[in-house]
């Protein structure tokens, strides 16, 4: 089955400064790469997502780049604000089946004032 | 639209002790799902559905079942809870295409303790 490995598990920056987080996945037939935030003590939210057939899609603030060839993707944060603060879970589908998503383990974000 | 409304949002449980854990969603979502989430572990898929009457393994099954018999509805069972079921759980529904295409809505999520 599908692996994904995300790292770092956790990654503080400076207010203002940019973050990158990075997720590898294993199946070459994974095609959608949703990227979810989670506030302390809240439920996960979609922020972003990417298919493969887009090397790179942005929204305000953030971004995320596909390298298919490599099994990689990122998510790009710039302009980090306090409000970033939290945990970011990215994910992997064939889109196959009603199972597909497969998360990494998490990145703990922390933006230091 | 409430969205995914899970109950309780805590609970103790004696190891041993059976419960349910509620979900229902307002939207009309074909699929739905459950989750566990262990600290630096991501989340674990239990059990899904594709719609009423149709119930699936995920990854992590073991000690659970569910039911599906209307679309809104998807109940977790824990029989004879054990201390490694100690997790966050949260219930989560997706439109009528596989989740791996569509965003997953989560609801607010069980915290269970089992002592």
């Known amino acids: 089955g599908e692996n994904v490995e995300q790292h770092p598990s956790t990654l503080s920056v400076q207010e203002g400064d940019s973050a990158v987080i990075k997720c590898t996945y294993s199946d070459s037939a994974s095609n959608y790469f949703p990227w979810y935030k989670q506030e302390l003590g809240k439920r996960p939210q979609l922020i972003i997502d990417?298919?493969?057939?887009?090397g790179e899609k942005k929204d305000q603030r953030i971004a995320v780049t596909l390298n298919k060839t490599a099994k990689h993707f990122s998510l790009h944060i710039t302009e980090t604000q306090p409000e970033d603060s939290a945990v970011y879970f990215c994910?992997?589908?064939?889109?196959?089946?009603?199972?597909?998503?497969?998360f990494g383990k998490g990145t703990h974000l922390i933006i230091q004032p | 639209n409430a969205g995914v409304t899970q109950t309780p949002k805590f609970h103790i449980l004696k190891i041993g002790q059976s419960m349910t854990l509620q979900c229902t969603q307002d939207m009309n979502h074909n699929y739905m799902y459950w989750y566990r989430q262990d600290p630096g572990m991501g989340l674990k898929l239990i059990y899904y559905s594709v719609g009423a009457g149709i119930t699936d393994k995920g990854e992590v099954p073991n000690g659970y079942n569910v039911s599906r018999s209307t679309t809104e509805d998807f109940p977790l069972r824990l029989e004879l809870a054990a201390p490694s079921q100690t997790s966050v759980y949260f219930c989560?529904?997706?439109?009528?295409?596989?989740?791996?295409?569509?965003?997953?809505?989560f609801g607010n999520g069980t915290r269970l303790t089992v002592t």
């Open positions: 990417i298919r493969s057939n887009v």
């Open positions: 989560a529904s997706s439109y009528s295409v596989p989740a791996g295409r569509s965003p997953l809505h």
């Open positions: 994910a992997a589908s064939t889109g196959g089946g009603a199972d597909g998503l497969t």
